[in-house]
């Protein structure tokens, strides 16, 4: 999202200011791995172009010098089948395998470009957990239900901790190796109340600085007892109705979006944006991955007429077909399908 509203794609959307991110997020060097307790991180993004529509020069260059994005020249009108098997293997390699497909089958592509963006991480615990110590214990749903999961657990541990008025906060460190310029750490929150993490969420959306690490105040603490259930789902969701419902909607209007600054045709717009997000954390650390994908429409000048519908060939009831040799018109099969279940 952040390079589909970089200053040189969207002239006229102002909305997305709200949702830029830092350039250096998007900076996928591979960071020096000497030994194998190095986090793994790397954000990579690509976009595959139509042929007919390229780039605007300048805004090639911010895709290729700031976002280090790979730019593929491809056919979207008759190989776009080709080009989503493309974006498919793209994810899975860039995620190294956990995200196996985003694009479903029922997705079609069409000019002038789509793009896509991916995250790894991998990383052991600073503290790993001791797995003979997992346990199944109940885990208490929002339905009031329970269930019995594995959880790791550590007794009479010092670990970086915050106890606020609803809720409280918990960091795990991962191991740093010979990475000295970065730390990374997973964070838990955990509302007091076993259904209280609807109004956390409530809280932290009006004000996300609550969420900053040097607004946790967070200290060392002995804690008696950690339990962290052990983690392994994905997640899909189609994030162009998520971030309408936030208010930004101007990218996604087929008459109000403006990228004329990114491609040279106007009525451009956002049609989808697809997220798929994968997590496993267990006794050594976690692995974790994520994948966005977004593709563009030409839309139709705003009081103009639409386009009429694309034609479609839908078999869904009785019809008649033939066989026939074209140079001399010899039709040497005919038939008629009533019904396909019967022999």
Known sequence: MSLLTSETAASSSDQTEAVKAPMDMFDNRPLARPQWQTPQFSVVNALWVDNSFPLVPSFKEITESIYKAQVESVDLCTKAEKVKKRVNSWVKKETKGLIKVLLPPHVELEPPLCLANALYFKGAWEDAFDDSMTLDKNFHLLNRKTMKVPFMISKDVYRSYASFDDYKVLKL???????????????????????????????????TTMLQPKCLHLREVELSHVWIPKLKFSYCVDAAELIESKGLALPFNPTGANFTNMVNVTNVFINRMLHKSYIEVNEEGTEASAATFADTYVGYEEGSEQPPPRPSFIAHHPFMFMIAEEFSNLVIFTGALLNPTED
């Open 173 to 207: 460190p991962y191991q740093r190796g010979q990475c000295t310029n970065k730390q990374y750490s997973m964070y838990f929150f955990l509302p007091h109340r076993r259904k209280g993490l609807q109004d956390m969420v409530k809280k932290f959306n009006s004000d």
